[in-house]
């Protein structure tokens, strides 16, 4: 049993949960799964959890995969998902056949040239009208992301969780534009896919809280805690250039906020390249930034709705004008 002495909100605490729950258990299943064949995956949504509790010192609402994931002070809470891209299965490109993550070369041709997964996201379902209006109760979303810091020499696990207030821009407009856009024109209505590292997570002002590191000798090491939370600042703009979400006219309206000028017949890349140069001369706000540009992205795709929204829901939005 865990000893006594480790209370929520500690280092101790945290490594001692990823020893315990994640370390020894990640490597019992390794060991079965070298002789089953079976999956080398662990369920660790529940791990998140806990995870997220030892880390902000805040306990959970014993709901497991509903109801109130982590209790706030004065009445508020939190919603906590967790993304495991650790031990997915991947492909020999040879001779095709599956690798799991724990074989360093292909075990049918011995080949070393494996093409190693790591397309898990997060998922946030909104299954009807009702928890569509409640869907920004939470204070705080907490992402939790386990994944290989080289997915090429599979050996170091970085863990993280960023925390993400429901009410910025970038959330709330995000959750407006899937339910009423993407889903309502979606046969199978499935849920909604946050992808790390992409602009639509990056344009919800993510704040990291934790970041942690499993080495191969399994050592854990801690380098953020909440006391030292950062804002994740926008990459340059030139590496969302390519992002389909992200057209000319959302890239024009942008700089309107912000206050630049570039002219519209530019392409993506060269409005975008030139509206950074600006952002860096100016030392604009990153804050700032990453509102505006949410706001631009996602305004006008939901502008329509707006009259017909929720009360509930307006009542917890961002301003909704332009």
């Known amino acids: 049993m865990t000893d006594k002495n480790y209370k929520?909100?500690?280092?101790?605490?945290s490594e001692q949960l990823i020893k315990e729950l994640y370390v020894d258990l990640r490597r019992q299943?390794?060991?079965?799964?070298?002789?089953?064949?079976q999956t080398a995956q662990a369920r660790m949504g529940y791990v998140g959890q806990?995870?997220?509790s030892v880390v902000t010192g805040y306990p959970g609402g014993k709901s497991g995969?509903?109801?109130?994931?982590?209790?706030?002070?004065?009445?508020?809470f939190g919603e906590i998902k967790t993304c495991y891209r650790v031990d997915q299965l991947g492909r020999c490109l040879?001779?095709?056949?599956s690798v799991a993550s724990i074989e360093n070369t292909c075990p049918v041709c011995g080949s070393d040239n494996i093409r190693r997964n790591d397309d898990s996201k997060w998922l946030i379902s909104i299954r009807h009208d009702e928890e569509f209006a409640h869907i920004l109760d939470p204070r705080f979303y907490f992402f939790v992301l386990f994944e290989f810091v080289n997915l090429s020499q599979p050996d170091t696990i970085q863990m993280t969780i960023h925390r993400v207030e429901s009410t910025v821009p970038g959330f709330a407009y995000c959750m407006i534009d899937?339910?009423?856009?993407?889903?309502?024109?979606?046969?199978?209505?499935?849920?909604?896919?946050?992808?790390?590292?992409?602009l639509k997570f990056d344009l919800m002002a993510p704040e990291l809280i934790y970041r942690a590191y499993v080495t191969k000798d399994d050592t854990i090491t801690t380098q953020v805690w909440?006391?030292?939370?950062i804002l994740e600042p926008l990459r340059p703009l030139t590496e969302y250039s390519r992002s389909l979400n992200l057209t000319l006219e959302n890239i024009f309206q942008f700089s309107e906020y912000i206050g630049a000028e570039v002219e519209v017949v530019m392409n993506k890349r060269m409005m975008l390249e030139k509206l950074q140069k600006y952002i860096e001369i100016n030392q604009l706000d990153p804050r700032l930034v990453i509102n505006q540009l949410a706001k631009a992205l996602y305004f006008p795709r939901i502008r329509e709705y707006i009259p017909n929204l929720p009360a509930h829901l307006v009542g917890k939005l961002p301003v909704l004008n332009e």
């Open 8 to 13: 929520l909100g500690t280092k101790e605490a």
């Open 29 to 37: 299943v390794n060991k079965w799964a070298s002789l089953t064949h």
């Open 50 to 52: 806990h995870l997220v």
């Open 65 to 76: 995969a509903r109801g109130k994931d982590l209790i706030l002070p004065n009445g508020e």
């Open 94 to 97: 040879d001779c095709k056949t």
């Open 178 to 198: 899937y339910y009423l856009n993407i889903r309502a024109n979606s046969q199978s209505q499935a849920p909604f896919n946050l992808w790390p590292h992409s």
């Open 226 to 229: 909440p006391d030292t939370a």
